[in-house]
């Protein structure tokens, strides 16, 4: 059968609530930032991107926090609804290449 | 609407019996990229084209073949499917390396 999958960190909030994901990423030369929605069955969706000489980016209800001291990459959603139900995936552009690398998701859980 | 179009959604095939996915974008997009995901699992880069230079990753198991006859296909190809080769596989396109992607919706393939 299927290899088992690793548990996503899950993440819970009630609907109207401000949620907060965070990520870690690993190539202190990255220069460029993404975060993704994936809904089951689906392709990964862009939401926000950030660069490298950013530090905080605003979209609707969402942003995007940068700290490169850290390796720290957040991102906010204001006023959770529903249907931000879906994993959520940071990926960054590293200095080989220039591919998008992904990292761990977390599974958000919006609780009506 | 541009768009990138993976069939089939689904995809069943028998354990070492070879296996096709497609990929066709509309977007005009230089770069095409081929990802497995497994489940609960960030999506890893298996290769990309640019244009119709190959670049494969170097974890990429000899087992998994691509193919680029022109700009708007590109094709993943399985030799010998293992149970372990059961996923989700992702086509991106962009226009240049790294940025501005554009996921299909992914086929899933069961081995059997």
């Known amino acids: 059968g299927e290899n088992v999958g690793l548990h996503l960190p899950t993440l819970s909030v009630q609907e109207g609530d401000n949620s907060i994901i965070n990520c870690a990423y690993s190539n202190s030369a990255s220069d460029y930032f993404i975060w993704y929605k994936q809904e089951s069955g689906k392709g990964p969706q862009f939401i926000i991107d950030?660069?490298?000489?950013?530090d905080k980016r605003q979209g609707q209800r969402v942003t995007v926090l940068l700290n490169k001291t850290v390796k720290h990459l957040s991102l906010q959603i204001a006023a959770t609804q529903p249907g931000d139900s879906a994993v959520y995936f940071c990926a960054e552009r590293g200095n080989q290449g220039g591919k998008l690398i992904f990292g761990q998701g977390t599974e958000l859980s919006v609780k009506p | 609407d541009a768009m990138v179009i993976q069939n089939p959604r689904y995809q069943v095939t028998q354990f070492g019996k070879p296996v096709t996915l497609s990929c066709s974008q509309t977007?005009?997009?230089?770069?095409m990229y081929w990802y497995q995901q497994k489940s609960s699992q960030a999506p890893k880069l298996l290769f990309h084209y640019y244009d119709k230079d190959f670049n494969n990753e170097a974890d990429t198991p000899d087992n998994f073949q691509s193919r680029r006859p022109n700009t708007s296909f590109c094709f993943l190809d399985i030799r010998s499917p293992g149970l372990g080769d059961a996923a989700m596989y992702l086509c991106a396109t962009s226009r240049i390396t790294g940025y501005g992607y554009t996921f299909g919706s992914g086929t899933r393939l069961t081995v059997v």
């Open positions: 950030i660069r490298s000489n950013m």
């Open positions: 977007l005009n997009h230089n770069v």
